[in-house]
């Protein structure tokens, strides 16, 4: 079973700083998905990574594979970007995702 | 193209009742996965379906269940309720099995009383 440990569990920043989330897993993956959630319950997926780095807008995502690592990086936060960040991993079987507790991200103007 | 629907919103249910709950995913798409989410075990894989047969499932009891039908939308089931099945159940739904970008419907809340 994948163990999915997330930093920071919370993290308040100020409106414009550079804000950098953390995923690690314990075994192998076939992808590994960034999602963010809303006050009221909408997720969203941001990204799905099976190598390297992928960008979109102020948001960046990267993976390191041997290291079984990723990050989720804003540039230029705004508060809009207060949310819940939750990284989630897909094995190479038939397991479904398995999630991380997930971020509080608060982003103060 | 209209999102991911989920029916109801809100449902209030007794201990010990059966709960039916509805998910039609994109046009087109025919993957749907279902997901438990509460404050304490955060987000768990239930189930996932993929042209009508189930593909996967997660540690949940047999009490669970789930189908899909031929226009792909899917139905999750829940008997004999217990308390700490209150929760947020979400679904989401992907082109295929390979092109897995998700797209999460806004779930329907279950409070069993």
């Known amino acids: 079973k994948n163990e999915v440990e997330q930093s920071p569990q919370n993290l308040t920043a100020q409106e414009g700083e550079f804000i950098t989330i953390n995923c690690s897993y314990s075994?192998?993956?076939?992808?590994l998905h960034w999602l963010q959630q809303h006050p009221g319950g909408g997720i969203v997926s941001l990204f799905m990574?099976?190598?390297g780095k992928k960008k979109h807008g102020r948001l960046i995502a990267t993976i390191n594979i041997q290291e079984k690592h990723s990050s989720l990086h804003i540039t230029a936060s705004h508060p809009r970007d207060s949310a819940v960040y939750i990284c989630?991993?897909?094995?190479?079987?038939?397991?479904?995702?398995?999630f991380g507790k997930g971020t509080h991200l608060i982003i103060q103007p | 193209k209209a999102g991911v629907t989920q029916t109801p919103r809100y449902l209030i249910k007794t201990r010990g009742q059966q709960v039916t709950l509805s998910c039609s995913p994109i046009?087109?798409?025919?993957?749907v996965s279902w997901y438990q989410q509460t404050p304490g075990q955060g987000l768990q894989f239930l189930f996932e379906y993929f042209s009508e047969t189930q593909r996967n499932k997660g540690n949940f009891p047999g009490r669970f269940s789930g189908r899909q039908f031929s226009n792909s939308r899917s139905e999750m089931n829940v008997s004999t309720l217990e308390l700490g099945d209150s929760a947020l159940y979400l679904c989401a739904s992907s082109e295929g099995q390979r092109k897995r970008v998700l797209h999460f419907g806004n779930g329907t809340r279950l409070t069993v009383t």
């Open positions: 989630a991993v897909k094995g190479g079987g038939a397991d479904g995702l398995t």
């Open positions: 990574l099976s190598s």
């Open positions: 046009s087109g798409h025919r993957s």
């Open positions: 075994v192998g993956i076939s992808a």
